[in-house]
């Protein structure tokens, strides 16, 4: 509600004594921005006492919450009115060059193709598989269109589908809050099973194709805490295991190989990972190795090692092998070594060969080693700055590796790397309507050094004719922290920045890994 206190002084005055969401004008046509009440609340953490004036705007249930932030939202409205125009031309410029019917790239798995495509006009991906065969026909898994129905929201978390692919574990959410409840649906008859859980954070299936492992979250705090066992439709859900250090969350993983379920139990600098065999689902989860404060360790498995992807002695890790029948850190073998300033983020394992993601100078690279041969070899990327992300194969006999590739100037790309020839191959490329030229756009990495001389990264893209004289407008974004690194993506809204001869650019500034994880290089 906009109320001109010009007009009418004495509404004007209703509406502030009644607490009415709303804006008011001055004489000049000046919009008041509403100020949030001071509520003096105390707390005493860590034997300190701290005072927050505004904790009562948590109260989500709170009307005054609510009204508050409807005058804020009305505020926002009066004071941006004359951009509408101009928003609205950038809406329909940016929702102009997106291409709303897509398909994703099929994904082999034990004799499907699995993939999702999205329709004009309907908000959710679709699910689906077709076999691979000739003329084979879709099948959708999964529509959130059609769950969505009677609902306003519906989120899919896991997706899960058993080793015999007739069975489909997932879970959604219809609530916003990330709270997410088990379905699980027989793919051959297309019928939801009773088997049911709420608050699932992870889920596996067990080799048998009848058993599940999830883990659940506390109802209150949100941390996946248990871990439980069910057999279908047995109606038991079996607990398991539960994590009462508040430091950790847990969840499921499954190893490529499909021979080993894996409980990670992870804090913020420590893990710890339990194992079972897959097709003994009965037998408890083993400690592979108990926590140590600081030590951050991975785990996965490749005919009959397993692979520890480890910062003990590594504080830019290292990648380790051990015997499945003893992986006591007495047996460990470098598979691959420890660099100051190579950060190993990744690793990927095939019957065939093995993947390695790693970063240094901000940009990550794609190692790849054949056992057969024992060599190495580095997928090569075209532009001097660019992202590039494991594109999910999951097929442990697969001879090609995917990933996914983008930059400032080229669109998100999907390739499969040959491990045979060493040669990538393009499967798909966004489109991005509208004629779009790459040719039009400079991308390059700049450097800043910092007064303590160490040199920061900094991406940068721009329209060609931007005049680099100090007076250009530029838009600079940069986020370090907790190890959380911004990668160079493609964005076509970000043309209607760069068509107007405004440069955008990306600090890579400490926190981020960007060098690794010397504590020099990264601190903020």
Known sequence: MIVDMRADPSRALRVVCAGVAGVLLLAGGEAIP?????????????????IDNYFWLREKSNPEVK??????????????????????????????????TDLSVPVSQSGYSYYSRTEEGKQYSIRCRRRDLRDASEEVLLDPNELVKGQKFVGVGDFQVSDDQNLLAYTTDYTGYRQYGLQVKELRSGRTLADTWERVTSVEWAADNKTLFVTTEDAVTKRSDKLWRHVLGSGVFEPLYEEKDGLYDIGLHKTRDRKYLLLEIDSKDTTE??????????????VFLAREKGHRYYVDHREGLFYIRTNKGAVNFQVVTAPEEDPRPENWKVFVPHREDVLVEHLDLFREFAAVSEKSQALTRIRVYRFGKGEWASIPFPEPIYSVFAGGTPDYESKTYRYSYQSFVTPSSVYDY???TGKP????????????????????????????????????VYRKGFERNGRGPLYLYGYGSYGIAMPVTFSSS??????????YAIAHVRGGTRWGRDGARTAC
Do not use: C
Request: aromatic content about 8%.
């Open 425 to 460: 191959t393009l499967l798909k490329q966004e489109e991005v309507l509208g004629g779009y030229d790459p040719s039009r756009y400079v991308s390059e990495r700049l450097w800043a050094t910092a007064r303590d001389g160490v040199k920061a990264p900094i991406s940068i």
């Open 418 to 420: 040959d491990i045979e």
């Open 67 to 100: 009204r508050y932030l409807e005058a804020e939202n009305a505020y926002t409205a009066a004071m941006t009115k004359p951009l509408e125009p101009f928003v609205d031309t950038l809406y329909k410029e940016m929702l102009g060059r997106i291409k709303q």
């Open 34 to 50: 509403p100020v949030a009440p001071v509520v003096e609340h105390r707390e005493v953490r860590h034997g300190a006492t701290v």
């Open 494 to 503: 970000r043309l209607s920045l760069l068509d107007r001869g405004v440069a």
């Open 273 to 286: 990972f339990r194992y079972v065999r897959a097709d003994r689902p009965r037998d408890a989860f083993a």
